[in-house]
């Protein structure tokens, strides 16, 4: 199956500065790559997602990276708000079996201080 | 259109009772997942279904937690003499297909379930 590492595990920045989170997967064949955002007390929700047939993918504020050959992916988020602040899980599938299942990280709390 | 839709919200119960929990995907979705969450932590994963294949039941807890997915749209989570540390809350998620261009994973908004 496939393993997902997520770091760090907790984040705090100042508002404005730039967040970085990383994954790591083990699965060669894996091909798609989502990034969940999860606020307190809400249900976890896509912010962004990316394939494997491109290297970086921008929405705005976040974008995600992607390196294939090191397989690993990392979310951006810059000029950080508040209401950035969230559990953010990153994820990849397991194309290793029929089924595709999808794997997630640990999360990332991300604090971002006014 | 509707999103994924989970039963109850809250539940209490005592321990040794055992629990249903009910999970109603987005309509022509053909993955679930549960997942559990308890405070503070991360997604647990229980139980995975795609299509009419057979699950991926690797992580259920235990022997206690046992789940069906009827005519490949509902879903039921049940959890036998439920124990304290069984409190958490459930989450169920649906996508429209495995491995296309329709992973996206809708999240319900949970069941908390609270053992006495």
């Known amino acids: 199956g496939e393993n997902v590492e997520q770091h760090p595990s907790t984040l705090s920045v100042q508002e404005g500065d730039s967040a970085v989170i990383k994954c790591t997967y083990s699965?060669?064949?894996?091909?798609?790559f989502p990034w969940y955002k999860q606020e307190l007390g809400k249900r976890p929700q896509l912010i962004i997602d990316?394939?494997?047939?491109?290297g970086e993918k921008k929405d705005q504020r976040i974008a995600v990276t992607l390196n294939k050959t090191a397989k690993h992916f990392s979310l951006h988020i810059t000029e950080t708000q508040p209401e950035d602040s969230a559990v953010y899980f990153c994820?990849?599938?397991?194309?290793?079996?029929?089924?595709?299942?999808?794997?997630f990280g640990r999360g990332t709390q991300l604090t971002v201080w006014p | 259109g509707a999103g994924v839709s989970q039963s109850p919200s809250n539940k209490v119960t005592e321990k040794g009772k055992d629990v249903e929990l009910r999970c109603d995907p987005i309509?022509?979705?053909?993955?679930l997942y549960w997942y559990r969450q308890s405070l503070g932590q991360g997604l647990e994963f229980l139980i995975y279904?795609?299509?009419?294949?057979?699950?991926?039941k690797s992580g259920l807890p235990s022997d206690r937690f046992s789940a069906e997915r009827t005519g490949g749209s509902v879903s039921t989570l049940t959890i036998q003499r439920t124990q304290q540390e069984d409190s958490a809350v459930y989450l169920c998620?649906?996508?429209?297909?495995?491995?296309?261009?329709?992973?996206?994973?809708?999240f319900g908004s949970g069941t908390q379930l609270s053992v006495l």
């Open positions: 998620a649906s996508s429209l297909a495995a491995g296309t261009t329709n992973e996206k994973l809708f």
């Open positions: 699965d060669s064949a894996s091909n798609y």
């Open positions: 990316i394939r494997s047939n491109v």
């Open positions: 994820a990849a599938p397991d194309r290793g079996s029929t089924l595709g299942r999808l794997y």
């Open positions: 309509s022509g979705h053909t993955a």
């Open positions: 279904f795609q299509g009419n294949s057979a699950p991926d």
